[in-house]
């Protein structure tokens, strides 16, 4: 929802930050972004920059530019999302968001003492429950005595939920409790499988 949000105001721009991306990738795309350009053989930072200073002048504010991380396999590398942001703001004056999750984000990036962090904690379970969209996937597991199983396993996490809900609309809606097992298992067995990875990365986490 913040994310659609942010797509539809005035003064933002999105990009997309592949895993193991560059500084020199990630302020191409940013400034493809900027200056609403599809020629990627050329350089677009001059013009990103006007375009950058110009809406300051108007606006009286800087645009944002949005890094959108995506999530990251253990074995590809950080995206250098600290140093283009840095780039993008200190250079040509633009605000900048990093949507990233934990994994996406290395530790070096928490420690500039420039930064503004905001965490999303899980929400409350009467909070969740409040959701439109979700009304529905509620009701069906509540009916089957299966609401706090769900619950259990998937905490307040609403893209697990979300994700629950596609799978029941894949099921045209019908077999529940189907739908929730498969999917509670394969939760249980991604939880499994991090445990077994982190205890077989470090000596210390044994105790597991």
């Known amino acids: 929802m913040v994310d659609t949000a942010l797509q539809c ?4 721009v999105n990009v997309r930050v592949a895993a193991g991306a560059g500084e020199k990738e990630i302020l191409a795309n940013a400034f493809k972004a900027i200056t609403r350009s ?3 053989f050329l350089d677009h930072s001059a013009s990103a920059r006007r375009v950058l200073w110009w809406h300051h002048f108007f606006f009286r504010q800087p645009a ?8 990251r396999k253990p074995t590809q590398q950080y995206a250098d999302l600290d140093s283009s942001a840095r780039a993008l703001t200190h250079d040509y004056g633009a605000r900048v968001l990093i949507d990233a999750s934990n994994n996406s984000l290395p530790d070096a990036a928490f420690a500039t003492k420039r930064e503004k962090m905001l965490e ?7 909070l969740l429950q409040e959701l439109p969209e979700l009304q529905l996937l509620h009701e069906a597991p509540k009916s089957a005595n299966l609401a706090d199983v769900v619950w259990m396993c998937v905490g307040g996490n609403p893209a697990d939920y979300k994700g629950l809900l596609g799978a029941w609309e894949d099921q045209q809606r019908q077999n529940i409790e189907q739908v929730v097992a498969l999917f509670v298992q394969n939760l249980v067995g991604k939880a499994i499988d991090d445990v077994s990875s982190a205890v077989a990365s470090s000596k210390h986490l044994q105790g597991l």
Do not use: C, K, Q, Y
């Not at 105001?9 to 933002?12: D, I, K, L, N, S």
């Not at 944002?64 to 999530?71: I, K, Q």
């Open 38 to 40: 599809n020629f990627s």
């Open 120 to 126: 999303l904690e899980p929400m409350r379970r009467e």
């Open 9 to 12: 105001t005035a003064g933002v």
């Open 64 to 71: 944002t530019v949005v890094l959108r991380a995506s999530e």
